[in-house]
Nanobody, 123 residues
Framework: QVQLEESGGGSVQAGGSLRLSCKAS????????LGWFRQAPGKEREGVAA????????NYADSVKGRFTISTDNAKNTVYLQMNGLKPEDTAMYYC????????????????WGQGTQVTVSS
C-alpha cells in the first residue's frame, strides 16, 4: 500500500523559509507526477507545485512562482518543497500527493495523499 508522509512544517515569520519533505513508500509503479497542495481553513484545496517523475518538468501556482521550488530525490523516494519568502497568505495545511496524469492542479488526478503538515506564517 502506498504511503506518503510529510514533514518539515512549522511556524515562521514572514520572509522566512521552510523545506517540506514527503517520503513515499509502497509504490508498485512510479506515479506520473508528484504534487504539493495546500488548504487553508474555509478554502478549497489548491495545487501549489508538481513535478513530473519521468522528465522532472515542474509546474507552479502563480502565487508561489519564484518563491517555492519542488524537487525529488529518487534514491530516497522523497519529494521536497523549498519555500522561501513566505507570506502570511501561505499559511495552510500542506499535503503531498501522487498523481496518475492529466492536469497537475486537479485534485481528482491524484490517488494517494499524505496526512499533511501545517505551515503557519506570522506577519
Amino acid at each position: 500500500q502506498v504511503q506518503l508522509e510529510e514533514s518539515g512544517g512549522g511556524s515562521v515569520q514572514a520572509g522566512g523559509s521552510l523545506r517540506l519533505s514527503c517520503k513515499a513508500s509502497g509504490y508498485r509503479y512510479i506515479p506520473s507526477f508528484l504534487g504539493w497542495f495546500r488548504q487553508a481553513p474555509g478554502k478549497e484545496r489548491e495545487g501549489v507545485a508538481a513535478i513530473y517523475t519521468r522528465t522532472s518538468n515542474t509546474n507552479y501556482a502563480d502565487s508561489v512562482k519564484g518563491r517555492f521550488t519542488i524537487s525529488t530525490d529518487n534514491a530516497k523516494n522523497t519529494v521536497y518543497l523549498q519555500m522561501n519568502g513566505l507570506k502570511p497568505e501561505d499559511t495552510a495545511m500542506y499535503y503531498c500527493a501522487a498523481g496518475t496524469g492529466g492536469r497537475w492542479s486537479a485534485t481528482y488526478n491524484y490517488n494517494y495523499w499524505g496526512q499533511g503538515t501545517q505551515v503557519t506564517v506570522s506577519s
